[in-house]
Nanobody
Framework: QGQLVESGGGLVQPGGSLRLSCAAS????????MSWYRQTPHKEREFVAS???????NYADSVKGRFTISRDGVKNMIDLQMTDLKPEDTAVYSC???????????WGKGTLVAVSS
């Protein structure tokens, strides 16, 4: 059974940076579409970024140019580098893994990012 554990969240001032990590166990991230999502109490969960098995990345318009998703096959994890953070980026960030052929998927429990002065 696969598991995902996020880390790196915290409180940061507007304009600041954070790097989130998502460590995988029980499966290999290189063979899964890996994504970051975020959710606040008042909004539905929304897509943030993804990286496909062949390395193509996709981003929500709201984070393009500010966030970068990456994958480390040796450490079996993905990261989300976030820069120029805004108060509207405040949310619980969760990572998701989906096998492109079988549809098997895993979710992490999330890590809280709070952007406030």
């Amino acid at each position: 059974q696969g598991q995902l554990v996020e880390s790196g969240g915290g409180l940061v001032q507007p304009g600041g940076s954070l790097r989130l990590s998502c460590a995988a166990s029980g499966f290999t991230v290189d063979y899964y579409t890996m994504s970051w999502y975020r959710q606040t109490p008042h909004k539905e969960r929304e897509f943030v970024a993804s990286i496909l098995i062949h390395g193509v990345t996709n981003y929500a318009d709201s984070v393009k140019g500010r966030f970068t998703i990456s994958r480390d096959g040796v450490k079996n994890m993905i990261d989300l580098q976030m820069t120029d953070l805004k108060p509207e980026d405040t949310a619980v960030y969760s990572c998701k893994a989906v096998h492109p052929r079988t549809g098997t998927n895993y979710w992490g429990k999330g890590t809280l990012v709070a952007v406030s002065s």
